[in-house]
């Protein structure tokens, strides 16, 4: 169950806290009702959250000092634009671009072409500071705290004795800085965020405390906390170098395990912590895509069709798009949050199937862009391909997205990866499992999609698509 987004002003996406709490901890009981259990018969609890969005509150009252900021949320736009374009900006670059040359530590490779974007956390927390009166009074008596929505819920399930947050997510902040595995003072000097708001970081699979006994009615151990996308790779279980998982969700995710080496490339792609079990320590490369679910549920809500199970069908009623082409930018795009969402091409023969194949068309077009740009930089030889979430359900993007990367792709017989992720995480923490190998035999595989095009066939369609791509930034 996702909670309803808030949209305050164009542009602002936000979540309720007290609906995000309440929604929880209401699946969390329908959950084991369903399953026909009591609540003292379980042995932990794993969380995993969205990651990006987050919230402050007053560390001693716990009294929130606005409602979370989505990770969709575009208000940072002009600062993203502003920091951009700056000279000091060019002046961090070339610093550490010599950094780099002299020393040739991959560590000053990334701040070398750092840029800003709306989707980081840390642009949107540098608009709170400047905003929020109340939290910059706050933050100087250090009385403001920060969290991720894990952290929120950690602090909620455990009535404030618990603050943290794990490694996956503070990675994926963008003010963690996974080389020293800190958060990072030089990002928050520049952009004014107090570093006094952070919460202590611990491993991913760990005993982080135990539920207050009145929530659920026994006090239930949390033996995990981790981000989505970093929970639905280990629920895939891609454990090894090469591994490639890809969900597509309400945006679209590939993630590359690149064991213990922490790889940072100019451009698309961005370094994480995949999470951190004792000694252990797994790095990904992520590459993402906005707005896929979200079209998806656009369409649906424009009544192009009723029931998003038949959308494969209706693509694959018509032999192309009859050169229509969709422009994703529904939400935000971390490259251009201007990017004008539009149909290119209609004419008076289109029909609903053109629309509806168009907008799957540009969900394996945009899978073949990034796939292309991972086997390019990423210098790793990519293993098994094992897609999740909901629109991995259609079997139209599957086979297009297979025919276009000349890859095979697997499915999982159930597709919320992100949920078995903490599963798994937390059953190992808790000793229900002793290792891996059995968390391997668990898995189910209820479709593997092959290459049976060509991926040149899908050439003039895709080349249509890249020019109307052109020119539609910066709306």
């Known amino acids: 169950k996702q909670v309803e987004p808030l949209y305050p002003r164009p542009g602002w996406v936000e979540l309720d806290p007290e609906m995000l709490w309440k929604q929880f901890i209401g699946v969390i009981k329908e959950a084991v009702q369903a399953a026909g259990l009591h609540m003292r018969q379980i042995a932990g609890l794993g969380i995993s959250t969205q990651r990006g969005t987050f919230i402050t509150w007053h560390k001693r009252t716990g009294k929130p000092f606005h409602n979370f900021i989505s990770w969709q949320d575009l208000r940072s736009a ?28 991959d560590r000053y490779l990334a701040p070398s072409f750092l840029t800003f974007s709306t989707h980081q956390t840390s642009m949107k927390l540098s608009w709170v500071f400047k905003n929020i009166h109340e939290a910059q009074e706050a933050a100087k008596k250090n009385n403001c705290c920060f969290g991720t929505v894990d952290t929120w819920l950690l602090y909620r399930l455990t009535k404030g004795s618990v603050y943290a947050t794990d490694y996956s997510n503070a990675s994926s902040t963008g003010i963690f800085e996974p080389f020293t595995k800190c958060w990072n003072p030089t990002l928050c000097n520049l952009l004014s965020i107090p570093m006094s708001i952070y919460p202590p970081v611990k491993d991913t699979s760990f005993n982080f405390g135990s ?17 989505d996308q970093q929970s639905a790779m280990f629920g895939e279980c891609c454990f090894h170098p090469g591994d490639v998982k890809l969900t597509m969700g309400t945006g679209g995710f ?19 912590i995949g999470w951190k079990i004792g000694e252990e320590v797994v790095y990904l490369t992520e590459g993402s895509i906005s707005d896929i679910g979200t079209a998806i549920k656009w369409a649906l809500d424009m009544e192009l069709f009723t029931n998003v199970d038949g ?13 229509v082409c969709f422009i994703p930018g529904l939400q935000v795009s971390g490259d251009d949050p201007y990017l004008c969402t539009s149909f290119v091409g209609l004419k008076p023969s289109t029909n609903r199937n053109h629309l509806v194949r168009a907008i799957l ?28 979430g909901g629109v991995s359900n259609n079997s139209f993007v599957m086979q297009m997205t297979s ?73």
């Open 311 to 323: 959308t494969a069908e209706m693509a694959q009623s018509v032999s192309d798009s009859q050169g």
């Open 361 to 388: 068309e540009s969900v394996a077009f945009r899978n073949k862009l990034l796939y292309d740009i991972i086997v390019k930089k990423v210098h790793i030889p990519l293993q098994t391909i094992r897609a999740d």
């Open 254 to 272: 590939w993630n590359v395990n690149t064991g213990e080496h922490l790889f940072a490339s100019r451009g698309s792609l961005y370094p994480l």
């Open 403 to 475: 025919d276009l990367i000349n890859k095979k792709i697997e499915k999982p017989a159930n597709v919320d990866m992100s949920s078995l992720g903490a599963a798994f995480l937390a059953g190992l923490a808790s000793g229900f499992w002793t290792d891996r190998k059995q968390l391997k035999k668990l898995r189910r595989v209820e479709a593997v999609f092959e290459p049976q095009k060509d991926s040149e066939e899908y050439r003039p369609a895709m080349d249509a698509w890249l020019q109307a791509m052109k020119r539609s930034p910066h709306w």
């Open 211 to 227: 539920t207050a006994s009145e929530i659920f009615g026994v006090p239930i151990p949390i033996m995990a906390v981790v981000a």
């Open 78 to 105: 002009d600062l993203v634009n502003s920091w951009n374009k700056s000279l000091l900006l060019k002046v961090i670059h070339v610093i550490f671009t010599v950094l780099h040359f002299l020393t040739g530590n």
